[in-house]
């Protein structure tokens, strides 16, 4: 995978990791809280408890998603 990576840590130690090929809107503001993810074939919409979203545009639908437990394991592909 090329292309920039977004990366997300959740409060339970997991982490989730993107790579981007583009991002539609400003970067969320450090702690906040998201509160639903939403995807479609090629984009992630991320809501969060403020109202405020990041939209991004992945790289390689199917390929461009890890989101690994606080142990390192690898929980989800896509």
């Known amino acids: ?8 840590s959740f409060v339970d130690g997991s982490t989730m990791t993107v790579t981007i090929a583009e991002c ?15 995807e479609d074939e090629t984009k992630l919409l991320f ?3 403020d109202d405020s979203t990041l939209d991004v ?14 142990n390192g394991q690898v929980e989800y592909l896509g």
């Open 47 to 49: 809501e969060c408890e």
């Open 57 to 70: 545009t992945i790289v390689e639908p199917g390929k461009s998603v890890i989101v690994r437990d606080k």
């Open 24 to 38: 539609d809107s400003l970067p969320l503001r450090e702690g906040a809280k998201i509160r639903q993810i939403s």
């Open 1 to 8: 995978m090329h292309g920039p990576e977004l990366q997300i």
